[in-house]
T-cell receptor
Framework: AQTVTQSQPEMSVQEAETVTLSCTYDTSESDYYLFWYKQPPSRQMILVIRQEAYKQQNATENRFSVNFQKAAKSFSLKISDSQLGDAAMYFCAYRSAGENYGGSQGNLIFGKGTKLSVKP | DTEVTQTPKHLVMGMTNKKSLKCEQHMGHRAMYWYKQKAKKPPELMFVYSYEKLSINESVPSRFSPECPNSSLLNLHLHALQPEDSALYLC?????????????FGPGTRLTVL
């Protein structure tokens, strides 16, 4: 079974600085997707960034980028120029690119989350 | 429209009550999900509907009963709940494809069982 581990329950960053959130995962599969989701307090969860395992190039979305190390099974999120609105719970998630979408292997497996605080 | 809506936003119910949570999306998505989320925890998958058919039931107690009347709507019927069922209930939807299949989440219904 696949597992996702976020070893930092809480992180803090100064506004305008850079912060990196860690995520490791365990899988025997070669084809899968990785995601970072953001859940602000009392607001809905949104997708921040995604990475396809077969792509070597690290994904980037504006101030958000990932460091995907497939061999090490690591998928960290870097937030540059942190803003107050970045304060949220961040969940790393894994999804198999399985044959049977209707099966459980097609579903998201979440890490426990990292609570990010941004100091003004 | 890239929105998943959920009603009600808040619900307080007694252990003998029957209530329903509703979820709606108009993105043409064919997969819809119910999650339960406790405070400071990740979402836990409860049910998955794929093309209006229940494809996954993650060993959820029978006091939770899902229903998918059509491809845009998802209900969760609640009956004889326990206080430990108090949580944020999230609905999500996705295209239902094998390839990258982003799940769009609703804002959730915060349920309190007295």
């Amino acid at each position: 079974a696949q597992t996702v581990t976020q070893s930092q329950p809480e992180m803090s960053v100064q506004e305008a600085e850079t912060v990196t959130l860690s995520c490791t995962y365990d899988t025997s599969e070669s084809d899968y997707y990785l995601f970072w989701y953001k859940q602000p307090p009392s607001r809905q969860m949104i997708l921040v960034i995604r990475q396809e395992a077969y792509k070597q190039q690290n994904a980037t979305e504006n101030r958000f980028s990932v460091n995907f190390q497939k061999a090490a099974k690591s998928f960290s999120l870097k937030i540059s120029d942190s803003q107050l609105g970045d304060a949220a719970m961040y969940f790393c998630a894994y999804r198999s690119a399985g044959e049977n979408y209707g099966g459980s292997q097609g579903n998201l497996i979440f890490g426990k989350g990292t609570k990010l605080s941004v100091k003004p | 429209d890239t929105e998943v809506t959920q009603t009600p936003k808040h619900l307080v119910m007694g252990m003998t009550n029957k209530k329903s949570l509703k979820c709606e999306q108009h993105m043409g998505h064919r997969a819809m999900y119910w999650y339960k989320q406790k405070a400071k925890k990740p979402p836990e998958l409860m049910f998955v509907y794929s093309y209006e058919k229940l494809s996954i039931n993650e060993s959820v107690p029978s006091r939770f009963s899902p229903e998918c009347p059509n491809s845009s709507l998802l209900n969760l019927h609640l009956h004889a709940l326990q206080p430990e069922d108090s949580a944020l209930y999230l609905c999500a939807s996705s295209q239902g494809r094998r390839t990258f299949d982003e799940q769009f989440f609703g804002p959730g219904t915060r349920l309190t069982v007295l």
